[in-house]
């Protein structure tokens, strides 16, 4: 059986902020069209109100081992935790009036296996193009010979960066971290 991929593991390396998500406060979302694994078509920038926007590398899967030297590169462990804990505190984040989304380079069915997996409440996005990572230049690595998204997140409001926490560690407190600067730093409860 593959690793325990619903906790991590301890003394991972903690990534530092290497200053990639700086100019994204501010930003309007690019006009692009993602897939969602729950099958509908959506364009972040067109989604009225608060959006919760988590970009993750890749989800492991049970039967698959991770590619070699995964725990060892700083901020890539840790996407299935973070997925649970999303979808642990999802009613909460519907309660500040905030939709979540990830999203990562994934093609939508491998996504799926993932959300149906971990019965997540809210839909995974496919930018499996990177059309959106590139329009917004989001931080990328490359491993195994793949591309893969750097973990930030952005909380959007109708459409436009508000906010991106990044490096987000570790990723199994991100939720708790977004609930917190709903609640106390911009005061959305009124909606």
């Not at 991929?5 to 990534?15: E, K, Y």
């Not at 067109?46 to 989800?59: D, F, H, K, R």
């Not at 971990?118 to 590139?134: E, R, V």
């Amino acid at each position: 059986m593959g690793p325990v991929l619903t906790q991590l593991p301890a003394n991972l390396p903690v990534p530092l902020d290497d200053g990639a998500c700086d100019h994204l406060p501010g930003l309007a979302l690019p006009n692009i069209t993602l897939m969602a694994t729950d099958g509908a078509e959506v364009n972040l920038r067109q989604i009225p109100g608060w959006v919760v926007l988590y970009c993750y590398p890749m989800t492991g899967r049970p039967d698959t081992a991770l590619p070699d030297g995964w725990d060892l590169i700083p901020g890539a462990r840790g996407c299935t935790p973070q997925a649970c804990a999303y979808a642990d505190h999802h009613a909460q984040l519907n309660a500040l009036g905030a939709q979540v989304f990830g999203l990562s380079q994934q093609s939508t069915a491998y996504q799926q296996e993932a959300a149906n997996r971990l019965h997540l409440p809210f839909a995974l996005l496919s930018d499996a193009s990177a059309y959106f990572t590139d329009a917004l230049r989001l931080p990328t690595f490359e491993v195994a010979g793949q591309r893969l998204n750097k973990r930030l997140t952005m909380i959007l409001r109708d459409g436009v960066i508000a906010t991106c926490f990044y490096p987000v560690f570790p990723p199994d407190q991100d939720a708790l971290h977004v609930m917190a600067w709903l609640k106390n730093s911009h005061g959305v409860a009124h909606g």
